[in-house]
């Protein structure tokens, strides 16, 4: 479990480090509204890893199956990117995706 632990930490510190370094680049390349909207979508992504490594920390030993709680994080990601002016849909949910790499080099550097 320590393990699973540290990776999970790991892919959350990745993640924060792509945020990191997409929004600076985002607000230089496009314009700061943009950035915004990534930097929203990357921390729902975040929340979204963050709950999902919760339920699956707690599979088998609480539950019998993996929640629900973590699917809604990116419905209300479109919906709130959909409604707010404020919120660009398609930088929202590239942020949104930004976990996704950081898993891909986690995956590469633990072979």
């Known amino acids: ?6 990776l999970q930490r790991r892919m ?3 993640t924060v480090c792509a945020t990191a ?10 314009d700061l509204p943009t950035a915004f909207s990534l930097l929203v979508g990357a921390l729902a992504g975040l929340l979204y890893l ?3 490594a919760r339920s699956v920390t707690r599979f ?6 993996v929640g629900k709680a973590q699917l809604l994080v990116p419905v209300v ?5 959909a409604r707010l ?3 660009e849909i398609l930088p929202a949910v590239l942020g949104f995706l930004l976990y ?4 891909i080099v986690q995956a590469v550097l633990d072979t």
């Open 12 to 14: 959350l510190l990745s």
């Open 21 to 30: 370094l997409a929004v600076p680049i985002t607000a230089l390349w496009f």
């Open 60 to 65: 088998g030993v609480e539950t019998k199956g």
């Open 100 to 103: 996704k790499p950081a898993l």
């Open 77 to 81: 990601l479109v919906v709130a990117a």
């Open 1 to 6: 479990m320590d393990g699973y632990l540290r």
């Open 85 to 87: 002016p404020v919120l």
């Open 50 to 52: 963050r709950l999902l």
